[in-house]
Structure formats: C-alpha cells, structure tokens
C-alpha cells in the first residue's frame, strides 16, 4: 500500500526561483537563465544530492532554462512546484517588482499545506527560503517580508555573513569571493535538508495560472 504522507519520487526536493525574461512580453525565443543562476544551481544541487538524495532518475532541484515555451512549459512549471518540498527564491529588485512569474510561483506553493514529518504542529515555519541575490533599497513587500529571509550562521568568519547582507549571493561570487560563496552555499543546502527533514509540504498541482497574484504589491 501506497504511504499517503510519502514524498513523491518523482518530484524535486527544490525548486530555485529566480527572475528570467517574462514570456508574456519578451519578444523571440526564451533566454536560458544566466550562467550565475546555472552555477549556483548546480553547486546547490551537488549539495543536496550529498545530504539527501536526488529521486530516481532525477535531479534534487528543479530550474527553470528556458527551454522551450507555450502549454507545455506552463505545465513543467506547475507541476515543479506544486510537488517540490523547499522554494529557494533568488531576491533581487527585478525578482520583486518586475516578475509576473515570480509572484505567481510565490503565491501558488503558498497555497500547499505544511506539515511536520513528526506529527509536532509547524508553527510559524516556511517551505519559502528567501536568499539574497542582489541588494536593492527597496523594503519588501509584506508577502515576502512575511517570510525569514536566509541568514547563513556558524561560518569561519563572522564578517562573511555581513558580506553577503551587503552584496547578496551574486555579488560575493561576481567579487571573487570563492571562500564565502562556498560557505554559504553549503549553509543553504543544510538550511533545504532541515526543513525537507522536518516538514512535509502537501502536493497541490495547478491546472493553470488563472487567479494567481502576479505581483508582491497586488492588494497591500
């Protein structure tokens, strides 16, 4: 018999949201995500892979690359994340106020059902892991500032996190900072294996897009 509260196999542990061309307004082919976003996808699934396993056949993470369009890619789309366990979200100024999809990723896996592996109620814990890309002036919005933003703790040094407050994610990697990318990169695979370890996020597959916040701003 099938254990209802089971993982899907099939299903990414992560799904990486980032801000790409909109689909909806850019003109030719879709663009594939830049070579940043690829890189720290790669290295982030490497990781956990390492910490808990990729489902057969499969990568751990699900990124979006562009390849591709029409029904066929909305559909890849929501069936990723409605059946991932952890949405890591890149920040950045065009994540927050530019992207429809952005939003809309955002908005949908908050509508999925968390519950504790353990039968411990979740309390205030979030599948969302908000990560710094870029630094940007300005505040959040509540939907988003709502949400625990990904603070790396325990590196060697404790200037490393300040840098990465100051610069984001991208900005430490683009400065050559190959040490503290590392370290938090490893952080963040560590911070997916807890909650994936702890938490259950109920599948909930969208048969389209209709009805979807496609803004952080829409309704505040």
């Not at 990414?12 to 689909?23: A, G, I, N």
């Not at 029409?70 to 952890?86: F, M, N, P, S």
């Amino acid at each position: 018999m099938t254990d209802p509260t089971a993982d899907d196999p099939g299903a990414p542990v992560f799904f990486l949201s980032y801000s790409r061309p909109d689909r909806s307004r850019s003109v030719g082919p879709p663009r594939e995500a830049n070579r940043n976003v690829n890189r720290l996808f790669d290295d982030l699934s490497e990781l956990v892979n390492e910490l808990i396993g990729s489902p057969v056949g499969a990568e751990p993470g699900f990124l979006d690359v562009g390849r591709g369009g029409g029904e066929h890619w909305q559909r890849t789309i929501l069936q990723a994340i409605g059946t991932c366990q952890v949405m890591v979200v890149l920040l950045s100024y065009p994540y927050l106020f530019h992207s429809r999809w952005c939003a809309m990723e955002w908005d949908l896996f908050t509508r999925r059902r968390i519950v504790s592996r353990h039968g411990l109620a979740p309390g205030a814990e979030s599948a969302i892991v908000p990560v710094l890309w870029t630094p940007f002036e300005q505040p959040l919005p509540k939907p988003v500032a709502e949400v625990n933003m990904f603070i790396p703790t325990g590196l060697p040094d404790e200037d490393w996190t300040a840098r990465y407050l100051s610069d984001g994610l991208l900005g430490v990697a683009r400065t050559g900072q190959a040490s503290i990318y590392d370290a938090i990169v490893w952080k963040l695979a560590m911070h997916i294996q807890r909650i994936h370890g702890r938490y259950r996020v109920e599948p909930g597959v969208a048969d389209g897009i209709e009805g979807l916040r496609t803004s952080f701003t829409e309704g505040t």
